[in-house]
């Protein structure tokens, strides 16, 4: 029973950290200027406690990405159409990447905080990985589709965080603008008749 106590209290200040970092993330005019010790402050636990649990700053955004991007996963591998699997490629492509642009957009801050944070590539990130993955796989599906790895890159690029934010904020974009221009984008590139790929 000794031993449970502390890895209840790990449990309970990692929920606790969680749940103070997206707060201070959702309302901060400058993610970047957040500090370690703003959100041990904001979680009632001492600095150490994050970096044990987190490692660094880095850690700590990976591991808040993470669980806000676990409703998608689930979706996406688990959920009825059109995100799930029980659909066809031609449909599951672009709704995927629908559902990347929205979370993007929903939680650009925390996006942009996490790309920007250097510590490592974007591509070997878990998530990256995963949806890179997962739209590999579909791609290989689609007859005459060539090369499905850099295909997959090349439809990721679309949702990155810095790019999502020039649209939007910068160039001001609307959100329905943005979703209908990657929809029609990835149909496009999905479309197993060729003439459709070129003409819009």
Known sequence: MAERKPRKDAARNRKA????????????????????????AAAGVGKGTLFRAFGDRAGLLRALYEARLEP?????????????????????V????????????DNRRLALALEESGSNSLYQAEHYERWHGLLRSMLEQIPGLDDAA????????????????????????????LRDQLAGFATRVVSSDPATSRHD
């Not at 950290?17 to 041990?40: G, K, N, Y």
């Not at 672009?94 to 957009?105: M, Q, R, S, T």
């Not at 679309?158 to 609307?174: F, I």
Request: with cysteine; proline share 9%.
């Open 17 to 40: 950290v969680l749940e103070a970092a997206d707060a201070l993330f959702a309302r901060a005019e400058r993610p970047e200027d957040l500090t370690m010790a703003d959100i041990a």
């Open 72 to 92: 998608v996963r689930e979706a996406a591998e688990a959920g009825p159409p059109p995100l799930g699997p029980a659909t066809s490629p031609q449909e599951r």
């Open 94 to 105: 672009p709704a995927l990447l629908d559902a990347i642009l929205c979370f993007k957009l």
């Open 150 to 177: 850099f295909t997959a890159h090349a439809l990721l690029a679309a949702t990155r965080a810095d790019l999502v934010e020039r649209l939007a904020d910068q160039e001001g974009t609307p959100r329905e603008r």
